[in-house]
């Protein structure tokens, strides 16, 4: 599987961004996509997930602001952000869930300016 994710950029705090990551490949078989972040000298952390069924995980930080979605058919999933703060800024990670692996994306910056 590999994935391919765009959208990012630099925006002002309080405008909005839509991220979108593509998979190819061996996409039967994946049950979640989603995404992570990673900001400078913190650890990846989860954003949101998005399962087959639909159902989402998202994380407190993010809720209210952030919505995951997915089309299936493309294997493609979205994550549209809006409120952005400053402390959104980071990098952002695409992944895929299979039974027997997960894949991740090559990462998509995203800075927000206050």
């Known amino acids: 599987v590999q994935l391919q994710a765009s959208g990012g950029g630099l925006v002002q705090a309080g405008g909005s961004l839509r991220l979108s990551c593509a998979a190819s490949g061996s996409r039967l078989g994946i049950n979640v996509m989603g995404w992570y972040r990673q900001a400078r000298g913190k650890q990846r952390e989860l954003v949101a997930v998005i399962s087959g069924g639909d159902s989402t995980n998202t994380a407190d930080s993010v809720k209210g602001r952030f919505t995951i979605s997915r089309d299936s058919a493309k294997s493609t999933v979205y994550l549209q952000m809006n409120s952005l703060k400053p402390e959104d800024t980071a990098v952002y990670y695409c992944?895929?869930?299979?039974?027997?692996?997960?894949?991740w994306g090559q990462g998509t910056q995203v800075t927000v300016s206050s």
């Open positions: 992944t895929a869930r299979t039974i027997v692996a997960d894949y």
